[in-house]
């Protein structure tokens, strides 16, 4: 077991804004190279615009293919935040300290990005985006409230207002550490987004009060935001596969699942990268574990009830399209790689402290389990479109165009350069999150034994 290592103040800004001050010279190398990806992107996404969406897989009737699945997949990952971040910390635990500023991250950058693919990329006219938006034109006509584009929107731009003011709030502390650790015109751009911050006592009052009240708001956010996406399904009827009553809570919970999985790959990449051992440890991944253990089964008992559900109606073309999900290729293969990666391995080896303990491991699974919730995502959208319409002559196929392919990976591509980005003017990790912790722990070493730092009544 490694030993936890009593750590100064003064240490922890060093180590924690080595990579602000100086940068790793990997760092120069990595960006530019994820840089041109995304150019790359942009210049497949702008081939698209140009020639129209014939050039991706979209046909009838599947009219909704992998930019949905990947917009509703980022939507998921954009849970890790509140989870991490605004539950836990309402709940006082104290693991989560190192996790939460990787949360609300991937929740703002996965925000953003997932509102590019259905307001930007999916309709193919990005110039059309102001439809959207639920104003008056000039000649009276209104944007059709029942659509999900204009739920959607309202639903990304709140959760992302939100999530945003939670990170500048969190920043400000680190940015006065910034400031008076800077010259010239950093020092003038930290001393402008610091504040004017001192660290008097009510300053720290105002903050944490601050940080208290935006995690309570953001709950009912977090719910709405996963539950809107489900319901841009759940109210096309005529679809099959979509009826189910229980998508909004199923939607939520695997949100949460593929977002808390998320945070681990990016603690564990967080650790290599930046050699914070002392901060990542293996008892923050252990208790990552344990908490996807509890997360997991919740969503694969409401994945139980909505596949039940859609056999318990008796209905022929429904009982019909779970059956090809299950049984035809290559859906069947789908099935088994998404239900075995997202589920079974995962929780099978969650169960052995080792396993949780080895960040290695962790980092492999937690990939494991986004690979198998993107694919629910798939199997969600893409087999209920084909089947569609109620004549079987007009039954279609849809295979991913390159285009489609290429604007997906580089997605990723996408959601990692903006963490380095982020990573060089900002810390990754809360300063005054590691310190309060410092303080509070229950334990401090004196000589060689660890006795408690605070004498606790019986």
């Keep these: 077991m490694q030993e936890r290592v009593e750590l100064s103040h003064r240490q922890i800004n060093q180590e924690l804004l080595a990579a602000n001050l100086k940068g790793p010279r990997w760092w120069w190398l990595l960006v530019p190279a994820l840089v041109l990806v995304v150019m790359g992107a942009a210049s497949a996404a702008g081939y698209m615009y140009n020639r129209g969406l014939g050039v991706t897989g979209l046909n009838r009737p599947i009219f909704w293919g992998i930019f949905i699945v990947n917009f ?247 009982v019909s399209l779970r059956q090809m999900q299950m049984f035809q290729m290559p859906w069947g293969a789908l099935f088994i790689t998404f239900i075995t990666t997202a589920f079974f391995i995962p929780i099978t080896l969650w169960q052995f402290k080792r396993v949780r303990r080895n960040i290695l491991l962790m980092f492999l699974i937690s990939i494991l389990v986004n690979i198998g919730m993107w694919l629910e995502r798939f199997l969600i959208v893409v087999p209920g479109l084909m089947r569609k319409q109620p004549l079987t002559f007009v039954w279609g196929g849809y295979t991913p165009s390159p285009v489609e392919i290429t604007l997906v990976v580089a997605s990723f591509i996408f959601v990692a350069l903006m963490v380095l980005l982020f990573a060089k003017v900002f810390p990754l990790i809360p300063l005054f999150d590691i310190k309060e912790g410092q303080v509070l722990k229950d334990e401090v070493q004196v000589g060689r034994v660890r006795v408690p730092a605070v004498m606790r009544e019986e």
């Design 72 to 318: 509703v997949f980022w939507i998921g990952i954009s849970h890790a935040g509140v989870m991490l971040s605004a539950i836990l910390r309402l709940s006082h635990a104290e693991w989560r300290r190192p996790a939460t500023r990787a949360a609300e991250l991937l929740t703002v950058f996965s925000l953003m990005t997932a509102a590019m693919f259905p307001g930007i990329i999916h309709p193919g006219r990005p110039w059309r985006i102001y439809w959207t938006f639920p104003f008056d034109f000039s000649r009276g006509i209104w944007p059709d409230v029942r659509s999900a584009l204009i739920w959607d929107p309202s639903a990304i731009f709140t959760y992302l207002t939100g999530s945003t003011l939670f990170v500048i709030i969190a920043l400000i502390p680190d940015m006065a550490v910034l400031r008076d650790r800077t010259t010239g015109v950093k020092h003038v751009i930290y001393r402008f987004l610091s504040l004017g911050w001192r660290g008097t006592p009510r300053q720290w009052k105002l903050q944490i009060v601050a940080g208290i009240l935006l995690s309570a708001l953001l709950l009912p956010v977090f719910v709405s935001v996963h539950s809107i996406v489900s319901w841009d399904f759940g109210m096309a009827v005529s679809v099959e596969g979509w009826h189910a009553t229980i998508f909004a809570p199923y939607f939520v919970i695997g949100a949460v699942l593929s977002g808390v999985a998320a945070v681990v790959t990016m603690m564990a990449l967080m650790r290599w990268a930046f050699h914070w051992e002392h901060y990542i440890r293996p008892e923050h991944f252990d208790a990552l574990g344990r908490l996807l253990i509890a997360i997991a089964l919740g969503w694969f008992f409401f994945f139980s009830l909505e596949f039940m559900f859609g056999l318990y109606s008796l209905e022929g073309p429904e």
